[in-house]
């Protein structure tokens, strides 16, 4: 039997005016800001048009679909459907046209992002990196006028000034990526990307640009045709689309909005002075976790998180890593109600739920620039506490070991991960650590700690 197609006429969810524009078009903005923005209290008001990254695909799906599509709550007893419609306009991020247009816009009052870690262009310094091939080809691009950006912060720096021109106002941005001080990093990026091309526009953007800061957390896997599948027999409508999360969410804020914003508290999220311990907690405990396990799981065959939590050896290195990335979180007034202990406990649970299959291939995937955040912090508080920090070493060493064994590996700095592959030993194991921190590799003691912990989860296939 042909079942209809989702869309407005089939599910009637009225379009709401667009006054946010979303860059990254992937599963988790779906899974996240457009399932807030669709339970607030002012839904009506606020609509989405969201961008693609790379590709057109995900806009020319979602564009057939009048931009809806089903989240499906995936817990361990069974699933749930939810039909969300935020996103009223689904547009390939290549469509410069639109984006000047929507940003132009006065209505439009905030931009969120999801455009990965290593979109934001972040040499080792923390710092844009404005020699790096894309960047410097997006500033030539925009400075001869000659073809659009590629990049999306070569095409957010874009849009912004079509909003200046325009006089539309001052916005915020809202950054979703896992990121340390994420609106601080999106602010260094885009102000690096404009200052290089036109500094008039880096004086507007800071004046009238807010970066907004979020701790962001809803593990979203890749969907995958069985779930398109499964929706369809399920829910008696077809949807090429649909996005599959766990039933846990949470969105920590830190910033202001001077163009208004959703009540995305009526979803729960949670407006902070002080955004660090969560935060800090999410990034090493979740994320950190999460590294670890890609990293050490892959190297003993593993290919998703919950099989790789259920090897002891894999498992253990998780609470070590936890034990010491607790011992930097707790006891200050500011992290005294983080509750560490049943965040803990909780990640356990998340973890383990089997009905969601997520990739370690993908976790793994630019790994340099998210052990910044996920492994470095905490190995450096535990040296600073004249601790060895050997969890958080390790976690390092496995994405060495990865990086020479694993076909396919992914990183934005690809050729010097294979450049210091060509060399043995401590050399290799320095060289490895520079890519992902100069001042770490710098320490003897530190390269000699990680190069001890290298091999742990090589040779011990858990199925061999
Ligand atoms: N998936 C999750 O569980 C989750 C949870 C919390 C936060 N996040 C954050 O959201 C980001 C996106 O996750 P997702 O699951 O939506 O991924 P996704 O692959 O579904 O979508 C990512 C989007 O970013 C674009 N993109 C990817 N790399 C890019 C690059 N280098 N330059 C420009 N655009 C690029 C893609 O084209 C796509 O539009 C993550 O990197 C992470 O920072 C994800
Ligand atoms: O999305 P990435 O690539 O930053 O990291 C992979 C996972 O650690 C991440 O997606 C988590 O699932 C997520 O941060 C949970 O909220």
């Given at each position: 039997m042909d079942l209809p197609l989702l869309n407005r006429a089939l599910h009637p969810i009225p379009k709401a005016p667009v006054r946010i524009v979303h860059l990254g078009l992937?599963?988790?903005?779906?899974?996240?800001?457009?399932?807030?923005?669709?339970?607030?209290?002012?839904?009506a008001n606020w609509g989405i048009a969201a961008f693609t990254g790379r590709r057109p695909d995900a806009a020319t799906a979602l564009a057939g679909q009048d931009g809806l599509f089903t989240l499906v709550e995936r817990a361990d007893t069974g699933d749930s459907f939810t039909v969300v419609?935020?996103?009223?306009e689904a547009v390939d991020g290549a469509d410069i046209q639109r984006l000047t247009e929507v940003m132009a816009a006065p209505a439009t009052a905030v931009v969120t992002l999801t455009i990965t870690e290593a979109a934001y262009g972040l040499g080792?310094?923390?710092?844009?990196?404005?020699?790096?091939?894309?960047?410097?080809?997006?500033?030539?691009?925009?400075?001869?006028?000659?073809?659009?950006?590629?990049?999306?912060?070569g095409r957010l720096v874009l849009a912004l000034a079509a909003r200046r021109d325009a006089g539309a106002g001052p916005l915020a941005v809202v950054c979703c990526d896992n990121?340390?001080?994420?609106?601080?990093?999106?602010?260094?990026?885009?102000?690096?990307?404009?200052?290089?091309?036109?500094?008039?526009?880096?004086?507007?953007?800071?004046?009238?640009?807010?970066?907004?800061?979020?701790?962001?957390?809803?593990?979203?896997?890749?969907?995958?045709?069985e779930d398109v599948a499964g929706v369809q027999a399920a829910c008696g409508y077809r949807d090429s689309s649909p996005v599959?999360?766990?039933?846990?969410?949470?969105?920590?804020?830190?910033?202001?909005f001077p163009a208004g914003r959703p009540r995305w508290e009526d979803a729960g999220a949670l407006?902070?002075?002080?955004?660090?311990?969560?935060?800090?907690?999410?990034?090493?405990?979740?994320?950190?976790?999460?590294?670890?396990l890609a990293y050490a799981g892959q190297l003993r065959g593993h290919s998703t998180v919950a099989e790789a939590l259920a090897d002891p050896l894999c498992m253990q290195a998780v609470e070590a890593f936890w034990d010491e990335a607790e011992a930097n979180l707790s006891g200050t007034e500011a992290t005294a109600d983080l509750q560490i202990p049943a965040y803990r406990a909780a990640l356990l649970a998340r973890f383990g739920n089997a009905r969601i299959a997520h990739n370690l291939a993908q976790i793994a995937l630019d790994g340099s620039?998210?052990?910044?955040m996920r492994a470095v912090p905490v190995l450096q508080a535990e040296r600073a506490a004249g601790r060895s920090g050997a969890a958080a070493a390790l976690m390092i060493a496995a994405w060495m070991?990865?990086?020479?064994?694993?076909?396919?590996?992914?990183?934005?700095?690809?050729?010097?991960?294979?450049?210091?592959?060509?060399?043995?030993?401590?050399?290799?194991?320095?060289?490895?650590?520079a890519v992902v921190d100069p001042a770490l590799a710098a320490d003897d003691a530190v390269v000699e700690l990680v190069q001890g912990q290298c091999g742990r989860f090589a040779g011990h296939p858990a199925s061999g």
């Open positions: 992937g599963a988790f903005h779906r899974s996240h800001q457009a399932w807030y923005t669709q339970q607030a209290g002012d839904a419609g935020s996103i009223v080792s310094d923390g710092k844009l990196d404005i020699s790096a091939p894309e960047v410097a080809a997006d500033l030539a691009r925009l400075g001869s006028d000659q073809g659009n950006p590629a990049t999306p912060l990121l340390s001080s994420n609106g601080t990093v999106a602010r260094e990026a885009v102000a690096g990307f404009a200052g290089a091309w036109d500094t008039g526009l880096a004086a507007w953007i800071g004046t009238n640009v807010s970066f907004v800061s979020t701790s962001v957390d809803r593990i979203t896997p890749r969907t995958t045709g599959i999360a766990e039933p846990f969410s949470s969105w920590v804020l830190s910033g202001d407006f902070v002075e002080d955004i660090e311990p969560y935060e800090n907690r999410k990034l090493w405990l979740l994320n950190g976790a999460h590294s670890l620039t998210k052990l910044r070991d990865c990086s020479s064994a694993l076909p396919g590996f992914q990183d934005p700095l690809g050729d010097e991960v294979a450049a210091a592959n060509s060399l043995a030993g401590a050399g290799r194991v320095r060289a490895l650590l």
